[in-house]
């Protein structure tokens, strides 16, 4: 059971062979045996209570293609009743008085939550190596990491510990631990869902999506979380779609840009090799490969790294000791617990990015730095522009490598920064993108280690992104591996 989609599990929860309290009480069997380290909290009480709730609707009538699936959500993601940390000593013992909106249109829908996941902390990392409750382990590879800030959402889809999960991505924090966990994710366009809720690092970035065993699964979860929301002032006011509508349409005529600049010298033979086996298989489904160019995407990395710890610097501002969250349990004033509570309360990780924030947006290096990154940024989103009048969607490698080994990158901060190379453009565009399997690594250590495909579409295109990856899964099977015991 634990390894069926969501569109099978709704046909059996609909059905009646099987009721949503036995689906959740599996799955949190599961979660309890695990030694992933996917979950940061877990209630069996609070799940059950959520599942007997799921079952009333369906003995009624009223309910949704999503009511009793069990849903886990990403620890950035508040929640009533469940701890909401972000992966943080800051907030370790943090409840939430509200839910996230994304936590509450799931909850409307009938979902089933199964707890929390772990992640990076504040969502800054590409390991999920910087949370303060311990790394996530890899369910292909138990040596390797699982991608990050979102690599508990990855390793609990691909380890059959949830069949749902949300996630989120402002540098690439869904599609490159979906790449790294043989996993399907998809990061909406920005705007598309709503950041209410989702606890901030960098708000021009951050947003909201979910990762599932499919594209067609993604679709079912997007078509609940996507949404115009008042509270949001980012979010972008539009009328409701499916997005699975299109997940039947042929293929034939698609122009697919191929960027040169995605397949140079840092780029790994075995995924260069996934990744050209795929297209290939684009061509076999009627798609035609054209070559483009996105020049600025070396810049995409400085830019980022600008930009980002900027506004991190500013949105962890509120985390002084005073309102909520850790405070320092020796202080002299009101200043040394200032200083005592966010050295004790944050990580290595979130200092440096504090650290290199406030060092842009200061005096003097302002118009240096931060503003000639924004210049940049602008320049960079004009380049996908110009490739979408070639082509209809961009393809490429998700990340230069399969997942590394833990601890691999600890102690060489840029060395992962450079792992989200090909990502950081499409986020810092506001464009949605994707990764869906197309293969593994090669060599006795690598092989089990997978490779995700990126899919880049222009603003609001995500129905046409899902039924390109829809079309995709229809003809291959790397969504349907298993690590081994799953």
């Known amino acids: 059971m634990h390894t069926k989609t969501i569109k099978q599990l709704s046909a059996l929860l ?166 790294h966990c043989g996993v399907t994710g998809i990061k909406p366009t920005y705007g598309r869902v709503s950041r209410f809720g989702m606890i901030a690092f960098a708000s021009s970035l951050d947003q909201g999506g979910p990762i599932a065993r499919t594209a067609e699964d993604c679709a079912l979860l997007l078509n609940a979380m996507a949404g115009f929301d008042p509270r949001d002032s980012t979010s972008v006011e539009r009328a409701p779609e499916d997005f699975s509508r299109d997940l039947n349409n042929s293929l034939a005529g698609l122009k697919i840009g191929v960027p040169r600049e995605y397949f140079g010298p840092g780029l790994a033979p075995d995924v260069e090799q996934a990744v050209r086996a795929a297209l290939k298989e684009y061509e076999k489904l009627g798609a035609t490969l054209v070559d483009i160019s996105l020049p600025k995407t070396e810049l995409s990395i400085p830019v980022y790294y600008v930009i980002a710890p900027a506004e991190a610097s500013s949105n962890l501002s509120r985390f002084d000791g005073v309102r909520y969250g850790h405070r320092a349990s020796q202080y002299s004033d009101l200043s040394d617990m200032y200083k005592k509570t966010r050295s004790e309360g944050f990580g290595e990780e979130v200092k440096r990015r504090i650290l290199v924030g406030a060092y842009v947006l200061s005096h003097g290096y302002y118009d240096a730095y931060y503003l000639q990154a924004q210049k940049i940024r602008r320049l960079i989103a004009q380049d996908f522009q110009q490739a979408f009048t070639q082509c209809d969607v961009i393809m490429g490698p998700v990340s230069p490598t399969v997942a590394w080994d833990l601890g691999d990158k600890a102690d060489d901060p840029v060395a992962n920064y450079l792992a989200d190379i090909f990502t950081l453009s499409t986020s810092l565009a506001g464009l949605p993108g994707m990764s869906i399997p197309c293969g593994f690594g090669q060599g006795e250590k690598n092989a089990r280690r997978p490779v995700g495909l990126q899919l880049i579409g222009n603003y609001f295109s995500e129905a046409k992104l899902l039924n390109i990856a829809h079309q995709y899964q229809g003809v291959t099977d790397w969504h349907q591996r298993r690590p081994e015991g799953v």
Not at 15 to 44: C, G, P, V
Not at 63 to 91: C, E, N, Y
Request: hydrophobic residues 40%.
């Open 14 to 179: 609909h059905s009646k062979q099987i009721s949503a309290t036995e689906l959740a009480t599996l799955f949190l069997a599961r979660m309890q045996s695990s030694d992933l380290n996917a979950y940061t909290h877990i209630d069996e009480a609070l799940t059950l209570e959520q599942a007997a709730a799921a079952d009333r609707r369906l003995a009624s009538g009223d309910s949704t293609a999503l009511t009793g699936v069990p849903i886990a959500h990403k620890d950035i993601f508040v929640t009533r009743g469940w701890r909401s940390t972000a992966g943080s000593r800051m907030l370790a013992n943090y409840n939430s008085p509200f839910d996230a909106t994304v936590v509450e249109q799931f909850n409307a829908a009938g979902m089933v939550t199964l707890g929390k996941l772990n992640c990076d902390e504040f969502a800054m990392g590409s390991s999920n190596e910087n949370s303060f409750f311990g790394p996530v382990k890899n369910p292909w590879d138990t040596r390797a990491v699982p991608g990050g800030s979102s690599g508990g959402s990855a390793a609990a889809i691909a380890a059959g510990l949830a069949p749902a999960a949300t996630a989120t991505d402002t540098g690439g924090s869904i599609r490159q631990p979906a790449s």
